[in-house]
């Protein structure tokens, strides 16, 4: 680590499917990826729900049953995050555009999941949000107003707005040190935060993953290797420093 952060500092935290990866969770865009096996358009978009909502809830009942049965661990990586916003004097938020709970699992409590989460549906119909835990089917009556075929997972697809931007910008405008880990910078906007904290200024920014992402020339440092272990090593570092 080449700089030194205020220890009142505010640390912003971006994660993607890499820091998953170690847990057991597919990616999207690595060989053998979750992309490589299924068209984001098919079942990634508002039009696909509308064209074909079983495809959908089938592509999501898989993700989710994969939470439940296999109950996949956090690991070093998320551990180290938990451990950093724990320990450390100032701010630290993890927005993340993971869907599953890991973040949760290792003890973060200062998310925002901007693309959703997997095991939240919610009803088109009548708008209520809920924890869920089992398959949706088309046909599943929603429990707050007893209709059919308006419950669908509260994810974020392509062409819709992420959630919680507003509070995501302000955390960006007041962050001291940005840490990108394991995305690709592929997914907009996302991938444009670096950018938007380095024209704001005065914030580090240092990308952690374990190859260089599209992004990796506009950010100041960046370290390679998995998450598992290149994410512990720069949250002692942080520490100690
Ligand atoms: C929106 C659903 C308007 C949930 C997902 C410019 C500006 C604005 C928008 C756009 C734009 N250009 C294009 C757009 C439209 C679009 C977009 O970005 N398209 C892409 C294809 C170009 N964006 C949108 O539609 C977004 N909405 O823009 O609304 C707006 C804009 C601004 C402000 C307000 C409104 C909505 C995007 C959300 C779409 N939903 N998924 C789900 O099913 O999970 S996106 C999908 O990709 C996932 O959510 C995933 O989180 C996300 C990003 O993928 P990554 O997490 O990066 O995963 P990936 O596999 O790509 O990469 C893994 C990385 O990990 C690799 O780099 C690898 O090296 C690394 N790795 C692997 N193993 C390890 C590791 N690293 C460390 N350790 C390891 N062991």
Redesign the pocket.
């Known amino acids: 680590m080449n700089v030194k952060i205020d220890k009142e500092g505010t640390i912003v935290i971006l994660t993607?499917?890499?820091?998953s990866?170690?847990s057991g969770l597919d990616?999207?865009?690595?060989k053998d990826?979750i992309w490589s096996k299924v068209n984001l358009e098919d079942v990634?978009t508002p039009e696909a729900f509308i064209r074909n909502p079983k495809m959908v809830q089938d592509f999501y009942n898989a993700r989710r049953s994969q939470l439940m049965e296999d109950k996949p661990a956090p690991n070093s990586g998320h551990l180290a995050l938990a451990k950093l916003e724990e320990n450390w004097p100032g701010r630290v938020l993890i927005v993340t555009?993971?869907?599953d709970n890991l973040h949760e699992a290792a003890g973060s409590k200062n998310i925002i999941h901007m693309?959703?989460e997997l095991l939240k549906v919610r009803c088109n119909h009548c708008g209520s949000l809920r924890h869920w835990e089992a398959n949706l089917h088309v046909e599943t009556e929603c429990p707050d107003c007893a209709e059919t075929g308006g419950l669908r997972p509260h994810?974020?697809?392509?062409?819709?707005?992420?959630l919680q931007?507003e509070e995501i910008y302000e955390a960006l405008e007041d962050a001291d040190l940005f840490m990108s880990i394991?995305?690709?910078g592929?997914?907009?906007?996302?991938a444009?935060f670096v950018q938007a904290v380095t024209q704001l200024g005065g914030c580090h920014t240092v990308e952690l993953?374990?190859?260089p992402?599209e992004g990796a020339t506009l950010f100041a440092e960046t370290i390679y290797g998995?998450?598992s272990e290149v994410v512990p090593a720069y949250v002692d570092q942080l520490l100690e420093s």
């Open positions: 993607g499917a890499g820091i990866r170690e990616t999207f865009r690595c990826g990634a555009q993971n869907i693309h959703g994810v974020v697809w392509f062409g819709e707005v992420p931007m394991g995305t690709s592929h997914v907009y906007p996302a444009g993953n374990l190859d992402s998995p998450a």
